[in-house]
């Protein structure tokens, strides 16, 4: 019986694509409020979250270019989208000019973001 190659899936691994409520490697809770770590994709076909990128950060694809800041606003309003939070209650931490970011969010808790990104992720599967 042949082995066949591994599926892959945007570029990542299938298995890294499984999310439940414990493998969520990109989101933490500190005083301040959750911070999450995502790598960016500029000048996609469609904003969308792609996966988990390296094991640690969320994969996000974005439409938009990286030029004078126009991905890091698209990242804040397809979060500020997704999640249900003002634009001013997200904020880049880390990483203004750089793929891997840091994200600030505040008004939240890290239970109900797990629980949006579950369904997100959830939603996607059964529609694509």
Same mark, same amino acid.
């Given at each position: 019986?042949?082995?066949?190659? *591994? ?8 298995? *890294? ?42 994969? /996000? ?27 001013? %209650? ?5 990483? %203004? ?15 109900? /973001?797990?629980?949006?990104?579950? %369904? ?9």
């Amino acid at each position: 019986m042949a082995k066949l190659p *591994s599926e892959k899936t945007n570029g990542l691994p299938k298995a *890294s694509r499984r999310f439940t409520k414990d493998r969520l490697p990109f989101s933490t809770e500190d005083k301040k409020g959750i911070y999450l770590k995502l790598y960016i994709q500029p000048r996609a076909s469609k904003n969308e979250i792609a996966g988990i990128y390296d094991g640690t950060a969320l994969k /996000i694809r974005l439409t938009s270019p990286p030029i004078d800041g126009a991905a890091n606003s698209a990242c804040i309003e397809f979060l500020s989208n997704l999640l249900g939070v003002k634009k001013n %209650q997200i904020e880049i931490a880390r990483g %203004q000019k750089s793929r891997i970011k840091h994200i600030r969010i505040t008004g939240r808790s890290l239970g109900d /973001i797990e629980n949006t990104f579950l %369904q997100y992720l959830s939603s996607e599967k059964a529609t694509g």
